[in-house]
């Protein structure tokens, strides 16, 4: 049976998504052989199907696991009890900072979202639309409070921050002149001169 710890307790699982993410954003999930995922796991491919049903698996379990958390994150941002500018801007400013922190992972996705099967591109679709609408509906929230402009739709707003966040993986280094949370207070900022009357 297969240990399901490595000697420093890793489970088996985060061996495999973190050999594959590292794999995946090195060389590109299509030219990434199974082998090579469970050699740099220091598993067996048993170990692989046991856990992931598929590459296919992995490649979705990589950003999937990136959206829950931010999910998880938008969602209490939404719900504290502070001013609705406050709660905008903090859940705009944590897309970025997270999505930084996960950049391969955000790599990944949006060079490899279409080599996804269909069943599970559809799945990761809907996730998607869940964070966007629910991050729609606090802006949507302000514009009906008077405190946002309704000059911008919010699909529009929403569109024009997402935009800039897929584009991080393009041009941000870690190395570079700016923290995570730096541009992350940038991109906010920016987002709220768009809403604000």
């Known amino acids: 049976m297969a240990r399901t710890t490595d000697g420093e307790g890793t489970p088996v699982p985060q061996r495999l998504l973190a050999a594959a993410t590292r794999l995946f954003a090195d060389q ?3 030219r990434t052989s199974v082998q090579e995922i469970v050699e740099a796991a220091g598993v067996t491919k048993g170990a692989l199907y046991h856990y ?4 296919d698996d992995l490649l979705h379990e990589v950003y999937a696991r990136l959206l829950r958390v931010q999910q998880e994150r938008l969602d209490a941002f939404a719900n504290a009890d502070e001013p609705i500018e406050k709660r905008v801007r903090d859940a705009a400013a944590d897309v970025v900072v997270t999505t ?14 279409h080599q996804l099967s269909p069943e599970k591109n559809k799945q990761v679709r809907a996730e998607r639309r869940r964070y966007h609408e629910r991050f729609r509906a606090l802006i949507e929230e302000g514009q009906q409070a008077g405190v946002f402009t309704t000059a911008n739709p919010a699909d529009l707003v929403v569109d024009y921050h997402f935009g800039s966040i897929h584009h991080l993986s393009t041009w941000y280094r870690p190395d570079g002149p700016m923290s995570p949370q730096q541009v992350a207070d940038h991109l906010a900022d920016l987002l709220l001169r768009a809403l604000r009357p």
């Open 100 to 113: 930084i922190e996960n950049l391969d992972d955000a790599m990944i996705f949006f060079r490899s979202m």
């Open 52 to 55: 992931f049903g598929s590459k």
């Open 28 to 30: 590109g999930y299509d």
